[in-house]
């Protein structure tokens, strides 16, 4: 099952996020998805094209990207058992979007912090739409009008920036050698009773906190950089936004 969707005008998009100064006349120029991606990215305005990308993919699509980025950045930091129970719960979204998929991968999401990036990929797929709508009174974030591709631009920049040290240190062999372990007693060992308490019904109703929503303005200032940042900043995005094209060539009219 595929969720309807159709890509949004160009410079629809652009004012969805905040773009670098250049981005605006880059997209103004160019007839064609991949025009517009391929431009930006020569330009080395990577961040900009992930935005865009994300916002020109359909749904499924785009989370598809925001896991596959994740699965890749496992390759230079091996993702945690809990990370990779996240993404499997986003796949099933994937496959078969609905209210107990989503549901389900919210409720994956809440095993990991907000700086794994499988952590929003399935928040992309959780917030897909909105279950309930707001409370009186709570202003709407802008970036909820486009909650799933902010969240996959999100999963996708994280994604490539990951590093060892992203992951919690492990003990040390001191640490290790002064660990009171008690021995085992061999005799009088007691079987243990086994209690099985079925599991709680999921709840369908996502519950949405706007206080979780990434800060558009915690994403790299590409006006502020230097050539030399925006040079490794590209690099360092290109085997990502290579990913997102595959994607895109095989699920967006005209792409070339």
């Given at each position: 099952?595929?969720?309807?969707f159709?890509?949004p005008?160009?410079?629809?998009?652009l004012?969805r996020f905040?773009a670098?100064q250049?981005a605006?006349?880059?997209?103004s120029?160019e007839k064609?998805?991949?025009?517009?991606?391929?431009r930006?990215?020569e330009?080395?305005?990577?961040v900009?094209?992930?935005?865009?990308?994300s916002?020109?993919?359909p749904?499924?699509?785009?989370v598809?990207?925001?896991k596959?980025?994740t699965?890749?950045?496992?390759?230079?930091?091996?993702?945690?058992s809990a990370e990779?129970?996240t993404l499997?719960?986003?796949a099933?979204?994937i496959?078969?979007?609905g209210?107990?998929?989503?549901t389900?991968a919210?409720?994956?999401a809440?095993?990991?912090p907000?700086?794994?990036?499988a952590?929003?990929t399935a928040?992309?797929?959780?917030?897909s739409?909105m279950?309930?709508?707001?409370?009186e009174?709570?202003?709407?974030?802008?970036a909820t009008k486009d909650?799933t591709?902010?969240?996959?631009?999100g999963?996708v920049?994280l994604a490539?920036?990951?590093k060892?040290?992203d992951?919690p240190a492990g003990?040390?062999e001191?640490?290790l050698?002064?660990?009171?372990?008690?021995?085992?007693?061999?005799?009088g060992?007691?079987?243990?009773?086994?209690?099985?308490?079925p599991p709680?019904?999921?709840?369908?109703?996502?519950?949405?906190?706007?206080d979780e929503?990434p800060?558009?303005d915690?994403?790299?200032?590409?006006?502020?950089?230097?050539?030399?940042?925006?040079e490794?900043?590209?690099?360092?995005l290109?085997p990502?936004?290579?990913?997102?094209?595959?994607?895109?060539r095989?699920?967006?009219?005209?792409?070339?």
């Amino acid at each position: 099952m595929s969720i309807p969707f159709s890509t949004p005008d160009f410079m629809e998009i652009l004012n969805r996020f905040t773009a670098s100064q250049g981005a605006g006349a880059i997209i103004s120029k160019e007839k064609t998805a991949s025009g517009v991606i391929n431009r930006l990215h020569e330009e080395k305005l990577s961040v900009d094209a992930v935005n865009m990308l994300s916002r020109m993919l359909p749904p499924q699509q785009a989370v598809e990207w925001a896991k596959q980025s994740t699965e890749l950045s496992g390759l230079s930091v091996p993702l945690s058992s809990a990370e990779k129970e996240t993404l499997g719960a986003a796949a099933d979204w994937i496959a078969e979007p609905g209210e107990i998929t989503r549901t389900a991968a919210l409720e994956a999401a809440k095993e990991l912090p907000p700086t794994s990036p499988a952590y929003w990929t399935a928040k992309a797929a959780a917030y897909s739409e909105m279950a309930e709508p707001f409370p009186e009174g709570v202003e709407v974030p802008a970036a909820t009008k486009d909650l799933t591709p902010h969240f996959v631009a999100g999963a996708v920049l994280l994604a490539a920036s990951r590093k060892p040290a992203d992951l919690p240190a492990g003990p040390t062999e001191a640490e290790l050698l002064s660990l009171d372990i008690p021995e085992p007693e061999i005799e009088g060992i007691a079987t243990p009773e086994i209690q099985v308490t079925p599991p709680e019904p999921p709840d369908m109703n996502l519950e949405f906190d706007p206080d979780e929503l990434p800060d558009l303005d915690e994403l790299p200032d590409l006006d502020a950089m230097s050539d030399a940042e925006l040079e490794k900043t590209s690099k360092l995005l290109d085997p990502y936004l290579k990913k997102g094209i595959e994607i895109a060539r095989k699920t967006i009219p005209g792409w070339v």
